[in-house]
Every structure is written in structure tokens, then in C-alpha cells.
């Protein structure tokens, strides 16, 4: 599958290689597993560059032999000159004439050996003023920010750079989706279930799957006996987590389940919500496999999931992973049928990115709270998207669902009433609508609406 969108990180590496020419650059990149970090730095060094790939599964004698092999393929080193250490291998690398070096799943010399970080230190301490660029590279985002943000690590302050490599943008999933044979809605259905990590997408190839249905992927890829998928979510999170995971998975469970405030979480676990603070900010600040996601207006935020798969997986198939690992038909078939439903549920999402790039938003949130007076049960109301264009104040509200121009109205009707309980705000300007269809779409705009359909991604 051809490389896409990443051209403001592979311009970024481009500066950052040009520096790297007077002076010594060690550059930490981090992000999930599938985001395509692997893929970025190929990208970058090309045919040009040294690629050391740090398997934790090798002894630390086997993975100096491979990475000498390495050297020597590449001329850095003759084939009559061996190292017999580790620090040898990094005073060979970083003191004579390299191209840019890359180390793949860096934060694995912690299981095969450890000393790496002190010898790694000292060396770009001894050549700090030698040209040179390092990158490294790794998956597990808690362990690669403790390497180089804890002060207690030897690698603490060595980074000139450290980049999180986000998913790919909705735009750039719609142009693999052309590529994979995938109509707009599948592929947007597929987005709002994935999100944009591109392992998922190459998945589809592989297994060739282009121009299916999006229910026929999920079942191939994740519902089937031995699916590719069927383990993905667990050894993501097994990985982060290590021994310590069972009060995470339950966390993201209830979350998912959409208990989502401290008390609302601890409440679902049957826990005090001070026993559960700690590894809530956690999972937010340190593994960053959650968010805290605060109103256009507010005071009250809620925590959100941040990775779509993962939310699904703990929302559909987590509760009931017996019948789940046991493949129910009725389990199955339940599931299926309610892929709509869960699509529905992250639509909006998806329509709030598109949306925000559409039309340039600022501030751009979702809005809830209480109805002053209203009677028990029909105290609380929700705006899909409240943002600002310039100066003036835009709503929308997000329905996964075609529509008649009558009930798009009606729903638009609806939202205008809505924002009449949000307090303290300037008036708003304009009311949208995002669906998956519209018709007779240009009468709303006519009126004066903002409306858009899948026709408009």
C-alpha cells in the first residue's frame, strides 16, 4: 500500500536531519502500535540510512552479533574488526561517518539489556558536538516516556526532540479507501471502528478484503475463529500494562460502558473514587489511552477513549469475551447486527473532524448539561459540536442515519432549542447538520443551514 499524508513529519525529519549535520540529534519518536512509526523513518532514511530493529526475544550476545553483521554490510565497519561489547557498538556508531540511525522498538533493551541506556548516555555525552542523527523509535508509550522524561533514567535530557506520531486524518483514510475499492460510508464505517492506524488498512490488502462490506471485515478480521485481530486490543494493552492491568481493563470497561466521571467509574467497579484517581490519570497522562474531554461551556468534563478499536472492543466484546473466545453464534450475530449502532456511537467523532477541517473551527466541543427547572429525567440536554468560525458561535448535531428533508429540519429545530439552556454564551450564528444522507440538501443550505452528507467527505 502506497505511503500517504505525512508530508509535515517527513518535512520535520528533513529539518531535523539538516541540523543534525554541526551537531548531534537524538530524536525520540512514540506513539501506539499501527500508527505507522515503523513505516515514517523507512520513509525518511530510505535506501540511505542504518535500521536496527531491538528484539526482545534475543539475547543481548545474538542482537550485538546482528548489529554487527549490520555495520558491516554497510562498510561502517571491515569484516575483520568485532565488537565485544556494547559499548564498542556505540562508540563505533555514533564516532565514525554514519546516515541517520534508526532503533526500533528502543524501550525492549530494558528486557534484553538494560545497561544501553547508561552506555547510550554516555556516549552522546562524549560526541555531543559531532554531526550525527539517532532515532528512537518505540511503542509502548509509557515506557518510552519514562526513558526520557523520568529524571532518575540515565537518558533523561538527551533528547533534542521528542515526537508522538498521531493516526493519519480522516482525508487520508478516504484516499486509501479508494485504493482498497471501499465506497465513502464503508469506508467511513471502517474509520469510525479503526481509526486511522495504518496497519489496519494494510490488514485489508493482506487479507483481500477490498471492497467489502464493512460487517464482512469486522467478522474476518476480528469475529472469526483465530481472526488476525482476535488479539490485538489485549496484547496492546498487555504490553503497556505488564502484570499491573486488571484495574485498567476495568477502568476502560466502564468508561466504554458510559460511565464516565471519577464517581460515575468507581460507582461501575463497586470502588471509592479515590482508589481509582491514580490509575485513572494514568491511563490519561501516561498511557494516553484515554482523554479528558472538557464542554465548549463548563466546568464538568467527562474521560473519553481515545483509540476507536479500543472502545469497541471493550463496549461490544470485552463484558462477554467468554462467549466471545467460545465464537456464540448468538453472540456473533448480536454483535453484527449492532454494528450500526456502534457506528452511530462513533460517527461523531468522525463528523466533528470533518467538520472542523471543512469549515476551520476553533474551540470546536462537544456541549452538555442541565435544563434549569425541567422535571427529573428530562434534566439534561447534548450539542454534538459547538465551535467558532471568526466571531461567530456555529452548532451542529451528528446523525449516522439518512433523512428526508422534514426530519432534517426537525433535528435541526430541535438544536436550536437546545442551545437555548447554554447560559453566559454569545447567540448562535449558524445551526448545522452532519448525516450520512441528506435529501434535498440544498434546500436546508437555502435556508440558511450548514448541511453535509457523506457525499460532501
Known amino acids: ?64 552479533v546482528e548489529f554487527q553483521d549490520i555495520l558491516r554490510k554497510n562498510g561502517t565497519m571491515t569484516n575483520l574488526e568485532k565488537l565485544d561489547s556494547w559499548d564498542k557498538f556505540f562508540e563505533v556508531l555514533i564516532t565514525r561517518k554514519t546516515p541517520p540511525i534508526v532503533f526500533d522498538e528502543f524501550q525492549n533493551f530494558k528486557f534484553v539489556e538494560p545497561s544501553i541506556f547508561g552506555i547510550l548516555q554516555k556516549n552522546i555525552d562524549l560526541n555531543e558536538s559531532r554531526p550525527g542523527l539517532i532515532f528512537l523509535s518505540g511503542s509502548l508509550i509509557g515506557l518510552m516516556k519514562n526513558l526520557f522524561k523520568d529524571s532518575k533514567e540515565p537518558l533523561y535530557g538527551r533528547i533534542k526532540k521528542g515526537m508522538k506520531l498521531e493516526p493519519l486524518g480522516l482525508r487520508a483514510c478516504l484516499q486509501l479507501g479508494s485504493e482498497l475499492k471501499l465506497d465513502k460510508e464503508e469506508l467511513v464505517k471502517f474509520y469510525c471502528l479503526f481509526g486511522g492506524y495504518p496497519k489496519y488498512y494494510v490488514a485489508l490488502e493482506d487479507f483481500s478484503l477490498q471492497g ?17 485481530l482476535e488479539d490485538e486490543v489485549n496484547s496492546i494493552l498487555s504490553q503497556e500494562f505488564g502484570g499491573r492491568s486488571g484495574i485498567y481493563y476495568s477502568i476502560l470497561e466502564a468508561i466504554a460502558a458510559g460511565n464516565n466521571t471519577n464517581s460515575a467509574i468507581a460507582g461501575y467497579m463497586g470502588a471509592q473514587p479515590t482508589s481509582i484517581t491514580r490509575q485513572i490519570n494514568e491511563l490519561k497522562d501516561y498511557f494516553e489511552m484515554i482523554e479528558f474531554e472538557m464542554p465548549y461551556s463548563g466546568k464538568r468534563g467527562i474521560y473519553r477513549i481515545r483509540h476507536p478499536l479500543m472502545d469497541f472492543w471493550f463496549s461490544s466484546i470485552y463484558r462477554n469475551f467468554s462467549d466471545y473466545v467460545a465464537r456464540k453464534p448468538e453472540f456473533i450475530e448480536a454483535l453484527k447486527k449492532n454494528m450500526n449502532t456502534v457506528c452511530g456511537k462513533m460517527f461523531e467523532k468522525v463528523a466533528r473532524e470533518f467538520v472542523v477541517s471543512e469549515l476551520g473551527l476553533t474551540e470546536a466541543k462537544r456541549q452538555w448539561g442541565k435544563i434549569a427547572g425541567a422535571e427529573k429525567g428530562k434534566n439534561a440536554y447534548e450539542i454534538d459540536l459547538m465551535g467558532k468560525r471568526n466571531k461567530d458561535v456555529l452548532a451542529f448535531e451528528f446523525k449516522w442515519k439518512d433523512l428526508g428533508h422534514g426530519e432534517a429540519v426537525g433535528v435541526l429545530k430541535e438544536l436550536q432549542e437546545k442551545t437555548k439552556h447554554i447560559h453566559a454564551l454569545p447567540l448562535v450564528s449558524k445551526f448545522g447538520i452532519v448525516a450520512k444522507k441528506i435529501r434535498e440538501k440544498q434546500k436546508l443550505r437555502a435556508s440558511g443551514y450548514l448541511a453535509y452528507d457523506l457525499e460532501d467527505f
Open 212 to 228: 467489502q462490506k464493512t460487517e464482512k471485515i469486522v467478522e474476518a478480521l476480528l469475529l472469526e475463529k483465530d481472526a488476525p
Open 1 to 64: 500500500m502506497r505511503f500517504v499524508n505525512r508530508e509535515a513529519e517527513l518535512r520535520e525529519l528533513k529539518e531535523l536531519e539538516a541540523l543534525s549535520k554541526k551537531k548531534l540529534f537524538v530524536v525520540a519518536l512514540y506513539g501506539l502500535r499501527r500508527v505507522g512509526k515503523t513505516r515514517l523513518l523507512l520513509e525518511h532514511i530510505k535506501d540511505r540510512g542504518l535500521y536496527f530493529f531491538v528484539n526482545k526475544n534475543k539475547t543481548s550476545g545474538d542482537l550485538l
